[in-house]
């Protein structure tokens, strides 16, 4: 463990001067019940144990160690979010989760665990995760109000779709190289008590609005900000209209579905054609189950990875904003002791600090930007290939049921049909 912490204080860079320390959190545990009682007095940006008396001589050694400091153990922590159950009480009604987890980390008492925890505890720890992390890209979380529109509450559909939300979460956290190794993440991850939350005061506090563009902001800044716009109305776009042909396929697979038995009915009257409109139902009843699969398909391979970098684009919106408002407290002290608004010695010592944490902020945002962009990239292009994949069975199915029907037995059309491409040539002839 001490190992893990004295690496942790490297890869941040920190020095036990560098920044004001809030009180700690109280965590008041109690391992002979249900849940876990944490009493939060808004806690410093880190543990205090965490911070080094060393920082690295460069920037860039900086963003090398926030890179790979600890990227040879994220694989040794394996999260599963499963079993959902709902309860309802006379106040309210709410769904938990199991969240299995197994690790060979040191820092674990055991290797594995099992708690259950709530929506707003998945919530409570984004936003304490957002609190300890303010320049690092927190996964995305997904939204309660867009999840129950999606489908109907409390059906098997829409625990299944809150379950692997949450698991994604959970996943993405625990693959991260420095929030798996939050002490807050443990905690959520491994520990129970009483009242889990029931008394938790606010975690993260809202970012105030700048008023006027900063003055100091890095041009490399300013492009981050300009991908993001683009970024997200890109990926908004893409996510209406992969929702609305997933909407219309559903149309037409409810269509096929009728369309089909039709020809059962019809056949009744006609008995020259009982074998053909037989052939005709199985091929449209092939055509149903493969675009059945098609859809299920895009359901799970393209449209949760697309909505998702959604939700990091609005993520990245709220990093951008937490790094400027760090940028923005500095350059109101630089102000301030340029017109001499205040003690001029305690100016100096408190921009000194700030100075430390922009660097700190600004590092550590370069490193979260590379990694995450790399990411991206690699999901998307996965996405879209096993969309394309899965779109090319799709179409061979039909393809190959509509031909083997143009060549049954029973079928009027004995040869493929001949399709005229200079239609002008042939009434030339029948002119002639």
Request: hydrophobic fraction near 35%.
């Amino acid at each position: 463990e001490s190992k893990c912490r004295a690496s942790q204080a490297r890869s941040l860079g920190l020095h036990s001067g560098s920044f004001a320390l809030l009180q700690a959190e109280v965590l008041a545990l109690d391992e002979d019940e249900d849940d876990l009682e944490v009493f939060s007095n808004y806690a410093s940006l880190m543990d205090m144990n965490s911070f080094s008396t060393m920082m690295p001589t460069s920037p860039l050694s900086m963003i090398n160690q926030i890179k790979f400091e600890d990227e040879r153990d994220l694989k040794e922590l394996f999260i599963t979010v499963d079993k959902p159950e709902s309860y309802v009480t006379t106040i309210e009604t709410f769904i938990t989760y199991s969240i299995m987890t197994k690790s060979s980390r040191g820092e674990f008492d055991s290797s594995e665990f099992a708690v259950r925890r709530r929506y707003q505890g998945f919530l409570w720890l984004k936003g304490k995760l957002e609190e300890a992390h303010p320049t690092l890209i927190i996964p995305p979380f997904p939204e309660k109000f867009i999840v129950k529109g999606m489908v109907e509450h409390f059906n098997d559909d829409f625990l299944e779709t809150c379950r692997k939300a949450l698991h994604k979460f959970l996943s993405r956290t625990a693959d991260h190289p420095t929030l798996t190794f939050n002490k807050v993440f443990k905690i959520f991850l491994t520990k129970q008590g009483p009242g889990l939350l029931s008394r938790m005061g606010p975690t993260v506090r809202t970012v105030p609005q700048l008023k006027d563009i900063l003055k100091n902001r890095l041009e490399e800044f300013m492009e981050m900000n300009n991908f993001i716009e683009i970024f997200s109305q890109k990926t908004n776009l893409i996510d209406k209209i992969s929702w609305r042909i997933f909407k219309e396929e559903r149309e037409y697979f409810d269509e096929m579905k009728e369309y089909g038995p039709i020809h059962i009915l019809w056949l009744v009257s006609e008995e020259d054609l009982v074998d053909t409109l037989k052939d005709v139902d199985s091929c449209i009843d092939r055509c149903c189950k493969a675009t059945e699969k098609w859809m299920f398909g895009l359901s799970e391979a393209l449209l949760p990875v697309v909505h998702e970098y959604v939700l990091y684009s609005e993520m990245l919106v709220g990093v951008m904003k937490r790094r400027d408002q760090i940028q923005a407290e500095l350059d109101s002290k630089v102000e301030a002791l340029t017109y001499k608004k205040a003690d001029s010695d305690l100016l100096t010592e408190e921009i000194g600090k700030l100075e430390d944490k922009v660097e700190y902020a600004n590092n550590a945002l370069k490193a979260e930007w590379e990694r995450w962009q790399q990411n991206m990239q690699n999901d998307i292009k996965l996405a879209f290939t096993d969309m394309a994949e899965e779109s090319i069975h799709y179409y061979e199915q039909c393809l190959t049921t509509w031909e083997s029907f143009l060549t049954s037995p029973t079928s009027t059309w004995k040869k493929p049909l001949k399709i005229n491409l200079n239609p002008t040539e042939d009434f030339l002839k029948t002119k002639k």
